[in-house]
């Protein structure tokens, strides 16, 4: 027996969603395994394809030699949530890592993400990107959507669209057991994660190829925020509804009263009004309508109880069981 050995250092696991990256995978790759090696601890890396339609694939494959390296092959594009969700579902070390495939999130800040859980004892670290490189148009819906997370969650977290995270591994596998769909990470994380913080991160350019996420998947990930965690569309809806009744009621009032007072012919001049409010009302009603029907949707997927993703098969480190 040799008592004085030291303990093994918990394993770390990377979690990296890959949507057309074939640009990037090498230098990836290049940039990840000094990092990784130089904490000294055990680690692996997963990469989830998640339908990629380039070249990435086959270059995933290429990196199986190394032992430290699992590709999970998607069926198809699922979205980068599912396909984080997959890698979490085969992830076998205590601390597990998130990052983009595209070099945004510096592979070098990963030994700080690990250093402020353990020391700190935290189960999620997130991150806030300092100088942010992206467009405009990409910056201000992410400014929306960490206002509406901060309230949804309750959790006064600064940044929830950065994607370099660390997570325990207790979190990470109530987050496999929650077989729901469209969902959103972060958020999902702040429910099982009791001890939460966040560090300052670098973050950089894309390193090649495009945004994956042009304005329609960033309305739909907004919504699945919401939808997903929170009530809170269909609360509007009943009080504006309610604040629009009483309104009405008031404003009949007001012109019974007038038409006593001013008489008949006042009145008809006003049917213009009543239009007016008419068609306040159908709008508003259209609008509840849609919103409803967007749940409603939503119950009929969950009703189908269709796998949010299907792995193909698992290549490299050994299959895929833990
Ligand atoms: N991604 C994915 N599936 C998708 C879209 C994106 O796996 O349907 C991956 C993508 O390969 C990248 C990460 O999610 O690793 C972030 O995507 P992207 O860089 O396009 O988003 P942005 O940085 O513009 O928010
Ligand atoms: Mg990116």
Known sequence: MNADAAPVAAMISLVIPVYNEEGNLKRLMERIEPVMRGLKRPYEIVFVDDGSRDGSL???AGFIGSPEVRVVELTRNYGQHAAILAGF?????????????????PPEE??????TMEEGGFDVVG???RGRKDSFLRIIPSKLVNMVARRITGVQMSDWGCMLRAYRRTVVDRMSECHEHATFIPALATHFG???TEVEVAH???????????????????FDLVASFS???????MYGGVAMAALGVCFGIVLAVARLVYGALWAAQGVFTLFAVLFAFVGLQFFALGLIGEYIGRIYREVRKRPEYVIERVLGGGGGTR
């Open 58 to 60: 086959r270059m995933l």
């Open 89 to 105: 579902s085969l992830v076998r070390g205590e601390i597990v890592v998130t990052l983009d495939a595209d070099l945004q999130n």
């Open 110 to 115: 990963i030994p700080r993400l690990v250093a």
């Open 127 to 129: 991150s806030i990107r």
């Open 194 to 196: 009791k001890r939460v």
């Open 204 to 222: 950089e350019e894309r390193y090649g190829g495009k945004s994956n996420y042009p304005l329609r998947k960033l309305i739909n990930l907004q």
């Open 231 to 237: 009530d809170l569309p269909i609360k509007l809806i």
